[in-house]
Structures are given as structure tokens and as C-alpha cells.
């Protein structure tokens, strides 16, 4: 009997990562529930029906019940078995409700990065500077369901800090870094002790920045980036940098993230840029020093 309900929370625990998963990719609603099915015989206690757990599947518009248990119809409490069953599963699944994160926020309601956000977190982890990190918004969290337990869920602004910490081996910035669980998802396993745990030197996480996007936000134009380049030695004229971005354009934006983007021109540009700092971060922003990559 217990051997059985423990299969039956596997199951379950199961199902809900899947179903956490595929509902944070906003693809389908999966709930879960007590069905009747019928019996196509007479059963021995004359009832010609049973009670199972299952789960419902919708999508596109279609709907589909699959029993994922077979009858759960207790002798003595049918309900107070799949209580337990439930409760059993929540247990055994990477469940953030159950996890040690730092903060749980168990409305579905929760923040979702905008693409400026994700630009920043590019930014700081091509730089290796935390400065970029305090420009994105403290509650906005990001999902990957299909993670292994305890690294389903995070901030991305404690994903920034971590990045630069491992980029510069700087443990004194996982003190900046938070763990965050969902109800469903738990992130547990990327706080601070996470952070300094992977920490192992120049490490850098390479997230591809997008250079037009970040130098647009900053209004670097066409002119003041070929200036640029000039101004440091690295072409003799603006003509030729405009020869060079049309024609050798690989070159060209190689020569603007090295000499353009991590420059101390530009790192203080960075603290212009149109953010979610609070007046404490932009404190902070203002105490951190440029330092070559």
C-alpha cells in the first residue's frame, strides 16, 4: 500500500515540473484534478463507477483528460488519501514552495524582464562590470522549468552579479545575489552560496550583445563611434571608419567592443542610461571604477 502511494506522488511530481514547465512557455494550461470514469462492467461493490487523479490538457483549443492514477478510492477516506498523495508529491517535486530560497512569490503575477533588462545583463557580462546590473529592476525574475532542482527560477539582476563575480572572481559580489522560488519552480540553488561556489576565475559568460541596440540607448551615433575610434588610434580618419563599417563590418564592430563599448568614455555613459535604478543604485553605480577587461 505505501510502496503504491509513493509510486502515485512520483507520478504527480512529475506531472506538476511538466506542467509548471510548458505553462511558464505560455503553450498550454495543465490542471490537475479528482475525475469519474465509467466503468464499462459492474463492479463487485455494485458501483459502476471510480474516482482517479487526473490531469486536464488544454490547448488550441482542444481538451483532454488523461488519468495519470489508477483508482484512488480509499476503504476508509478517500479524500484524506489524496491529500496525502498530493502533499507526498509536492515533497518529492523540485517544489519552490517547500525550497530554502531567500524569497518566494507565490502570485502568478510575477515580473517579467523587458528586452532593455536583458540588454543590460549583456552588457555588464561583456564589460565584466556590475555597474549595468543595477539598471535592471530588482523583481524581475526569469524562468526555465526544465532546469534541474534549485536552478528553475531567478532574478536577473542576481543572475547579472553573478555572471561579473564569476567573469572577475569578485566573491564580494555574491552578497548581491538572491534566490527566488515560485510556488511550482524553485531557484534555492542560486543564491549567495551558489554564487560563490561556481566562482573559479575568468569564467566569462558570453550572452551576445547586441552593440547597435546598447549604443543607441546610450545616443552614440554613426559619427560619434567613428570619432571614437579615431580619438583612441585605432583608424586615421572617420572616413576610414565608415569605409570599414560598410565594407569590413566584422572588423569594424570587433574594434567598437573592444575600444568603444569597454572604454571609460562609454563606462560612464553607463550611468545615463534609461533604467530601473533606485537612488541607492545609482549610488552604488557611481562608487564602482572602471577596470580593463
Known amino acids: 500500500m505505501l510502496e503504491s502511494v509513493f509510486m502515485q506522488a512520483s507520478r504527480v511530481a512529475c506531472g506538476l515540473r511538466v506542467a509548471a514547465a510548458i505553462r511558464s512557455a505560455g503553450m498550454m494550461e495543465v490542471t490537475f484534478g479528482v475525475c469519474q470514469f465509467r466503468d464499462p462492467f459492474q463492479r ?10 487526473c490531469a486536464r490538457i488544454e490547448a488550441g483549443g482542444f481538451m483532454i483528460d488523461r488519468r495519470i492514477s489508477r483508482d484512488v478510492r480509499p476503504r476508509a477516506n478517500r479524500f484524506g488519501y489524496l491529500a496525502f498523495m498530493l502533499v507526498m508529491a509536492l515533497a518529492m517535486s523540485a ?12 502570485s502568478s503575477n510575477w515580473r517579467q524582464p523587458e528586452p532593455v533588462e536583458q540588454l543590460f545583463l549583456a552588457l555588464a557580462t561583456d564589460i565584466w562590470s ?3 546590473c543595477y539598471l535592471i529592476h530588482p523583481d524581475s525574475m526569469r524562468v526555465a522549468g526544465f532546469n ?3 536552478t528553475q ?5 542576481s543572475t547579472c552579479f553573478r555572471d561579473v563575480a564569476e567573469a572577475t ?8 545575489v538572491r534566490s527566488v522560488s515560485t510556488f ?5 540553488s542560486l543564491g549567495t552560496q551558489g554564487c560563490l561556489s561556481s566562482i573559479s576565475g575568468h569564467s566569462a559568460v558570453s550572452r551576445n550583445l547586441d552593440m547597435t541596440a546598447i549604443l543607441e540607448l ?4 554613426a559619427a560619434r563611434v567613428n570619432t571614437l575610434l579615431v580619438e583612441v588610434g585605432r583608424l586615421s580618419s572617420t572616413e576610414r571608419a565608415a569605409y570599414f563599417r560598410d565594407n569590413h563590418p566584422g572588423i569594424f564592430w570587433n574594434e567598437v567592443r573592444q575600444y568603444v563599448i569597454a572604454s571609460p568614455v562609454f563606462f560612464d555613459a553607463i550611468d545615463t542610461l534609461p533604467g530601473f535604478a533606485s537612488q541607492q543604485d545609482l549610488q552604488a553605480m557611481q562608487n564602482v571604477a572602471w577596470r580593463p577587461r
Not at 527560477?153 to 539582476?157: E, F, I, P
Not at 572572481?169 to 548581491?176: G, T
Not at 546610450?218 to 551615433?221: F, L, M, T
Open 44 to 53: 463487485s461493490d455494485g458501483r459502476a463507477g471510480y474516482s482517479v487523479l
Open 95 to 106: 517544489c519552490g514552495a517547500f525550497s530554502d530560497a531567500d524569497d518566494k512569490v507565490f
Open 130 to 132: 556590475e555597474k549595468p
Open 148 to 150: 534541474s532542482r534549485g
Open 153 to 157: 527560477v531567478s532574478y536577473l539582476r
Open 169 to 176: 572572481n569578485n566573491p564580494a559580489l555574491c552578497d548581491k
Open 184 to 188: 511550482f519552480l524553485s531557484g534555492a
Open 218 to 221: 546610450a545616443d552614440y551615433d
